[in-house]
């Protein structure tokens, strides 16, 4: 089934491409979360011990949810849900500096990476935010899809995808 | 017939792949691991000293016999000092109109303060330019230089007058305490030209900076920085900061008067690191104050302020 398994290609990458990203920032927030810290603590106006314990939170949040996007695949849907939520704080922070502050140069989104490969301004980052933010839309689309293909006649059979979310 | 139900293989197969790419993707990418943190103009914006590799070696050792032939004033002979810094400020780059009296005397003022006994004592010198700062563990320079200088992680109640201390104890104790300027060899900076062949020796530049983070240097291909300050830098940690801070003077008046001064010195053990220090005007106390004080490649240089 050629059509099944473009499907099943697109569910991987839209996944793939996402937890990647969220895995990247959550090794890179964890090893090194200063830059991170410094952020949070600024757009949230909290102490920096506490916005260091809140850059690790979002750190395993990210891990968790990169690891909910792998192994569901689509079969259950609030690890995209939540991946969502959580690029959709991140761009209102984001906007909330580069609006108020447009000299501001870094999020610390990727810890020690920023600024060295092409993460060179926050408006890089909320495209780059918004495009995955856009792979889980496609990714929940698909896995709806999937869902309603699986219970018509001729089908992707595929049960487990009507799991509670 | 494809059943779209992934097996668990797959899944978890997927899970692997990206962890392993994106921890592939740090290792490579991060500083730390890679040991690529390159910096040009002031402090690293990573904090992390750098690796010190056989290209800033043999920058260092290219350059190291001219630094050696040049003459050096303690920092602690005030009024040679003094004299050095005039020397260095009437180098003036063509064009720059300034007060030259009030460059010299707070360039002058802080590389006395430099020159104390006791971070008490550099903490009085200092303390009509500078106070000592309360977000020390946002800073990654501070970070960087802890970790280097004691073996350990910056503690979280870091307090400036504590760091100062174990600072000024490890450049006591250490090879690498900045003890005198070279008072010779100074040079009307033009990057615009071939660089001596033994590399720079001291003089400085005067800017409008009208970006909020100057470095003239971000302007540059790598080469030709390289060519000019070698392959790595790093900024001294700043224990405190000005009473006018760069950014808000920035903030409010669109363009700073900026000044950057290269000089080498000569640590206690006698041997000569290339320093830069860069200095900005606040018009409203009329006098200059340090943006940043860094060396180029030798990392046995150890020193805050």
Not at chain 2, 154 to 168: G, Q, S
Request: glycine share 10%; hydrophobic share 45%; charged share 20%.
């Amino acid at each position: 089934m050629a059509g099944g398994r473009l499907v099943l290609v697109a569910l991987i990458v839209t996944a793939a491409v996402p937890a990647g990203a969220f895995a990247l920032g959550g090794i890179a927030k964890l090893d090194d979360p200063l830059l991170a810290a410094q952020f949070i603590g600024h757009v949230l106006s909290v102490r920096l011990d506490h916005a260091f314990d809140l850059t690790r939170a979002i750190a395993v949040c990210e891990l968790v949810l990169a690891a909910g996007i792998c192994l569901s695949l689509g079969r259950r849907r609030w690890p995209a849900y939540s991946g969502m939520c959580l690029l959709a704080f991140f761009i209102g922070m984001l906007l909330v500096v580069q609006l108020r502050d447009p000299q501001a140069a870094s999020c610390g989104c990727f810890g020690g990476l920023m600024g060295r490969l092409f993460l060179r301004s926050l408006w890089t980052q909320i495209g780059i935010d918004l495009g995955l933010m856009v792979s889980l839309a496609m990714h929940l689309v698909l896995s709806y899809a999937q869902s309603a293909g699986s219970s018509g006649p001729g089908g992707i059979d595929n049960a487990s995808s009507a799991a509670p979310d | 017939m494809w059943r779209g139900d992934l097996s668990r293989r797959v899944r978890v197969g997927l899970l692997v792949a990206v962890l392993g790419l994106a921890g592939g993707l740090y290792w490579l990418g991060s500083a730390r691991h890679a040991g690529r943190s390159r910096h040009v103009g002031g402090p690293d914006p990573t904090g992390r000293p750098p690796k010190t590799g056989e290209s800033g070696q043999r920058w260092y050792q290219e350059r190291v016999s001219f630094w050696e032939s040049l003459e050096y004033t303690p920092l602690t002979d005030a009024e040679r000092l003094r004299q050095t810094v005039s020397n260095l400020v009437q180098a003036r780059y063509p064009g720059a109109a300034i007060d030259e009296e009030l460059l010299i005397r707070d360039l002058t003022a802080f590389l006395q303060a430099l020159a104390a006994d006791s971070p008490e004592e550099y903490l009085r010198r200092v303390s009509a330019r500078r106070v000592p700062r309360d977000d020390l563990f946002l800073d990654k320079a501070v970070h960087g230089w802890y970790r280097q200088a004691t073996g350990d992680d910056l503690p979280r109640d870091a307090d400036a007058r504590h760091l100062l201390a174990r600072f000024w104890r490890e450049r006591d104790e250490g090879p690498g305490r900045p003890s005198a300027v070279a008072t010779k060899g100074i040079i009307q900076i033009d990057h615009s030209r071939p660089l001596p062949p033994e590399g720079l020796p001291s003089g400085y530049l005067l800017f409008n900076a009208t970006i909020p983070k100057f470095s003239w240097w971000s302007s540059l291909p790598p080469e030709e920085v390289e060519r000019w300050i070698g392959p790595f830098g790093q900024g001294f940690p700043q224990i405190t900061r000005p009473t006018v801070i760069y950014d808000d003077l920035f903030h409010r008046l669109g363009s700073v008067l900026v000044c950057e001064v290269f000089v080498p010195m000569r640590t206690s053990a006698g041997r000569p690191f290339l320093t830069s220090i860069a200095l900005y005007f606040s018009p409203e106390e009329t006098c200059w104050h340090i943006h940043w004080f860094a060396n180029y490649y030798p990392y046995w240089v150890c020193w805050a302020y």
